[in-house]
């Protein structure tokens, strides 16, 4: 199937910097990247979908100025988490669609954020 | 709206035991409906789709049919594994049936096999 790499796996910062995670789809051309964000022992919650060459479109509550996504290409989508804040921390995932695709996704192994 | 209702966890079975989650949703029309599933540590994978009603996913040993007429998707396994321990995923699109269109998720349910 269809691989979604992200990076870094795994990051910890100071509060008030900012972070960057990307999301890489390695084997195919993502029209369409979806971010979520998952707290431990719970479901994932839609934070943001975008589509390549455009703004992203973000969920009700989601902070856009906080949480900048950028999908420049077909292949990459990052998520910036600016003036990261302890409750930001959380387990972070992209996924992407084929073109055309109805509905299947193909997600990324996740972006484990700790703020201090 | 559209929603996904899933059973909630811990299931704790032994090794061979049946396994069933159950999994309903309220979506406009018969949308695409989805299980993924979340070994500790990593993302999520897809396990099974349907892609209309009456339709069965499989694999690995898991099924789920999509029954419009009860609007669910249980999950079910014969004979379960250690390695089947993991946490669950009931999934359908947030709104159109088309491309675009983001997944909501039920709550997940975690299960634990021991041998």
């Known amino acids: 199937g269809a691989v979604v790499s992200q990076h870094p796996s795994w990051v910890i910062c100071k509060s008030g910097t900012s972070v960057k995670i990307e999301c890489r789809s390695l084997?195919?051309?993502?029209?369409?990247m979806f971010w979520y964000r998952q707290f431990p022992k719970q479901s994932l919650m839609l934070m943001a979908t975008?589509?390549?060459?455009?703004?992203?479109?973000?969920e009700q509550g989601v902070e856009k100025d906080k949480f900048l996504i950028n999908h420049a290409s077909l292949t990459l989508s990052t998520l910036t988490v600016t003036s990261a804040h302890p409750e930001d921390s959380s387990f972070y995932i992209c996924?992407?669609?084929?073109?055309?695709?109805?509905?299947?996704?193909?997600f990324g192994p996740g972006t484990r954020l700790t703020v201090l | 709206g559209d929603s996904v209702t899933q059973m909630e966890g811990p299931v704790t079975l032994s090794e061979e035991a049946f396994l069933t989650i159950n999994c309903t949703y309220t979506?406009?029309?018969?949308?695409?409906l989805f299980w993924y599933v979340q070994y500790p540590g990593e993302g999520l994978q897809l396990l099974l789709k349907?892609?209309?009603?009456?339709d069965k996913g499989s694999n690995k040993g898991f099924e789920a049919t999509y029954r419009k007429e009860t609007t669910s998707f249980h999950l079910e396994k014969g004979s379960v594994q250690v390695s089947d321990s993991a946490v669950y995923f009931c999934?359908?699109?947030?709104?159109?049936?088309?491309?675009?269109?983001?997944?909501?998720f039920g709550k997940g349910t975690t299960l634990s096999v021991s041998s």
């Open positions: 975008s589509n390549e060459g455009s703004k992203a479109t973000y």
């Open positions: 084997d195919f051309q993502a029209t369409t």
């Open positions: 999934a359908a699109p947030s709104g159109a049936n088309q491309a675009g269109t983001a997944l909501i």
């Open positions: 349907a892609t209309k009603a009456d």
């Open positions: 996924s992407g669609q084929l073109a055309g695709e109805i509905n299947e996704q193909f």
């Open positions: 979506a406009t029309g018969y949308p695409s």
